[in-house]
């Protein structure tokens, strides 16, 4: 009767479960940091936002301002369970403040309302409309890619 009580509560669990990581942040690019960990280095891609790549205008300004914020930086993150392009995806905090938040609120990122549900969508900067939105930031199609 135990284990059928025990299968019943893990049925009910998420398929992905949430985990949380401390460690030192090392920026990839404006929507990417390396969390330096006891147990080794993981790529934790931003969660809900858009930052332009490094060849795409604004890529390198965008990059220079997370670096500032966050280089260097104790940084605590909660992963979603999920992944975008082989990097763990998560929320991510320097000084319990959201990392991705201040990107945004720079205005050197989007909104990406496919995977954040419109979380960023209200501190969007109307100078952030020129940045490029990825397609899969527009369909509700596919969690990440």
């Known amino acids: 009767m135990r284990k059928i009580g025990l299968l019943c509560l893990l049925a009910t669990l998420p398929a992905f479960a949430q985990s949380e990581i401390v460690g030192t942040a090392h920026v990839v690019d404006g929507d990417t940091i390396h969390v330096a960990t006891d147990h080794g280095a993981i790529k934790v891609r931003l969660l809900g936002i858009a930052a332009p790549e490094s060849h795409q205008?604004?890529?390198?300004?965008?990059?220079?301002?997370?670096?500032?914020?966050?280089?260097?930086?104790?940084?605590?993150?909660?992963?979603?369970?999920?992944?975008?392009?082989?990097?763990?995806?998560?929320?991510?905090?320097?000084?319990?403040q959201d990392i991705a938040a201040a990107v945004?609120?720079?205005?050197?990122?989007?909104?990406?309302?496919?995977?954040?549900?419109?979380?960023?969508?209200?501190?969007?900067?109307?100078?952030?409309?020129?940045?490029?939105?990825?397609?899969?930031?527009?369909?509700?199609?596919?969690?990440?890619?």
């Open 57 to 96: 205008s604004g890529g390198n300004e965008a990059t220079a301002f997370l670096e500032q914020y966050a280089e260097g930086e104790p940084v605590h993150c909660t992963l979603d369970g999920t992944q975008f392009q082989m990097f763990e995806v998560g929320i991510c905090y320097v000084a319990g």
């Open 104 to 145: 945004i609120r720079a205005g050197l990122a989007r909104d990406c309302p496919a995977v954040s549900g419109g979380r960023y969508w209200p501190i969007e900067r109307p100078e952030a409309q020129k940045l490029p939105l990825p397609d899969y930031c527009q369909s509700g199609t596919a969690r990440h890619r």
